[in-house]
């Protein structure tokens, strides 16, 4: 008989769904399709208040419902949705550090005192340079599509993190994934930087999600099954094709490592880091990053453990190049939020070695290593966003010249995250380095971590350039003003600066959470 | 007849498809190589549901047909703005952002 055939003849059992687990991603995702619904039937002049409140209302319940569930949670985690969702201590971790983060970014998102109206183009259909575009810049409207967008790529993030099966993880990548290539093209101002940056985004990443995808129709002809324990079982000892496991290995890699901006794959990631609207980029910036480390941990630890010895290699170059490219050409970058997308390549290098270490301390200071350095480097993006002048945002590195005696605050805070993102102590970003690196060191990586500790001190002379630029040079007569932000960017950055502070001086409690458990293998 | 001739046929498709996007300079050309190589990975899948007996891989493929029409949406509208602008599609002419 037809082997198709005979499956059908079977009863089909509906799978069981542990709502209480999934309610936060449950929320986030209701409150997005409530907010197109917002977009369509609210009227215009409302639509800004009534997307705020429902995006920022929708977080904060997502982040109650998590809490509530953490509480009481079993300690090994559940699978659910058939198997295909993975509630686990390393995947709550995430969904809280995503929702902390999202908070701040929609702040500085929403916010409309920097820039009056936003830093949001009021209509996208208008045509850079005509003489509409520059009513537009002027005017104060603002395209609110915005917020449903955050909140379907929040909600594609989350479910990521989760995902225990490689169709899941697709689905839930291209979830994430769409939503910010419209974001990146929505830019207020220089808007031919923000199309390309949207149009480039775009076609690499959709160029790397093919690959992620054949990838996993070679992993599903090799193991017969898609289920990451699966895949785990079948390498475990069998005559299957190697061939397939590894091309479908290196293809899965290529797709999850250009989301994380890594070494040879991250091309993309400056260009849309300057070109995309500065909260955006902020949001990609953070979320983006711990939702595709996330994912790499729990593809790497679940599915390819047992045949570490033979990729491992591989990997090693890779993080040798990300941290090679971010830090040399880091260097020299004249434009911040290009130099800040160096940054996050060469910090991409470092947590790769922390996702390889495959051991519960690897793990535990991975998972800490993304909460420290998202918050870092959302505040140093809202910062950023501050300083102005006629044309919009300053980024220029010259533009930053003596800027420490125009306002001295401002110049502070930026030191202060400039050496977090270096690593210095009393930052979370030195406590961050230090669980990452010992626990590569105590798996036997010594020479990888040396290679390290030299590219962090490459990256070290780059942010303190900045430092010192600030400091210790003459303000140009013409140069930028330093605005005022609103309440919005001053809450988001003010919650950067207190997190990278606090993990610095007392990194224990979150370092506790983060080692509480490993991910849930049960097939 | 040999599934394997289906999966050759499938790595020469996406293989076409991965040059077409490295080589072509039109936005919609590149856009539509993208389609390909998906389209391939769909025909792998097939392939491979029947070799494993097994019904997952043709119900995946649909969910990559599915996700394969979402992007053409966002695409498009993302590559329409930029043409509006330029009154071009060639993806060597946006080269405002380098180094």
């Known amino acids: 008989m037809n082997p198709f055939l005979a499956q059908q003849l079977q009863p089909v059992d509906a799978p069981g769904i542990d709502w209480g687990a999934i309610l936060p991603m449950v929320i986030v995702f209701g409150a997005a399709c409530v907010g197109v619904l917002v977009e369509a039937f609210v009227p215009k002049h409302q639509r800004w208040s009534g997307q705020v409140v429902l995006t920022l209302g929708s977080i904060a319940a997502a982040g109650i419902a998590l809490g509530a569930y953490v509480s009481g949670r079993p300690s090994h985690g559940v699978l659910t949705m058939a198997g295909t969702l993975s509630i686990d201590t390393p995947a709550l971790f995430l969904w809280g550090t995503l929702l902390a983060l999202s908070v701040a970014a929609v702040l500085m998102i929403a916010d409309r005192s920097v820039e009056p109206g936003g830093s949001f183009v009021a209509q996208a259909g208008i045509a850079p340079g005509t003489v509409q575009d520059r009513a537009q810049v002027q005017s104060t409207g603002m395209q609110t599509e915005v917020f449903p967008l955050a909140l379907f790529a929040l909600g594609g993030m989350m479910a990521f993190t989760a995902a225990n099966d490689l169709l899941t993880m697709f689905i839930a990548l291209e979830v994430l994934s769409l939503p910010l290539y419209l974001m990146c093209g929505l830019a207020r101002r220089r808007r031919l930087l923000s199309q390309e940056a949207a149009v480039k985004y775009f076609l690499l990443g959709a160029f790397a999600s093919a690959f992620f995808l054949y990838g996993l129709a070679m992993l599903y002809g090799y193991a017969g099954s898609v289920r990451l324990a699966d895949i785990a079982t079948a390498s475990a000892g069998t005559d299957r094709s190697d061939t397939l496991l590894f091309a479908g290995f290196g293809l899965l890699m290529v797709g999850l490592l250009f989301k994380g901006s890594v070494g040879p794959f991250h091309t993309w990631t400056p260009d849309v880091y300057q070109g995309a609207p500065t909260p955006v980029t902020a949001f990609m910036a953070a979320c983006t990053k711990v939702a595709a480390f996330g994912g790499i941990l729990r593809v790497l630890t679940v599915a390819f453990e047992a045949t570490s010895w033979e990729w491992r290699g591989v990997m090693w170059a890779v993080a040798i190049i990300s941290m090679a490219i971010g830090a040399v050409l880091g260097l020299t970058q004249t434009d911040l939020k290009r130099m800040i997308a160096y940054s996050s390549i060469a910090h991409a290098g470092f947590l790769l070695i922390g996702t390889m270490a495959l051991t519960d301390e690897g793990l535990s200071g991975t998972l800490f290593y993304l909460l420290a350095y998202g918050f870092t480097t959302l505040a140093t993006f809202g910062v950023i966003s501050l300083v102005r002048d006629s044309s919009g945002e300053a980024t220029h590195l010259s533009a930053w010249a003596g800027l420490a005696k125009r306002s001295p605050l401002l110049a502070g805070v930026f030191t202060f995250l400039l050496l977090a993102l270096a690593g210095i102590p009393l930052t979370s970003g030195f406590i961050g380095k230090f669980v990452v690196f010992s626990a590569a060191l105590s798996d036997g990586m010594a020479p990888l971590v040396v290679i390290a500790l030299v590219f962090s001190a490459v990256a070290a002379f780059f942010y303190l350039r900045v430092v010192v630029l600030m400091y210790f040079s003459e303000p140009a007569p013409d140069g930028p003003t330093v605005s005022v932000p609103g309440a919005f960017t001053t809450a988001s950055i003010a919650l950067g600066v207190i997190v990278t502070l606090l993990l610095g001086i007392l990194p224990a409690f979150a370092l506790d959470w983060a080692g509480a458990g490993g991910f849930a293998l049960g097939g | ?99």
């Open chain 2, 1 to 99: 007849m040999t599934p394997t001739y289906y999966l050759l046929l499938s790595a020469l498709l996406f293989s076409i498809g991965a040059v077409g996007v490295l080589v072509r300079r039109n936005a919609i050309v590149v856009f539509m190589c993208i389609e390909l190589m998906l389209n391939a990975v769909n025909l792998s899948l097939v392939t491979f549901a029947r070799i494993n007996a097994d019904i997952d891989g043709q119900v995946m493929a649909f969910f990559v047909m599915v996700v394969a029409a979402a992007e053409v949406v966002v695409g498009l509208a993302i590559i329409m703005a930029i043409f509006r602008t330029r009154r071009s599609a060639s993806i060597d002419d946006t080269n405002l952002l380098k180094y």
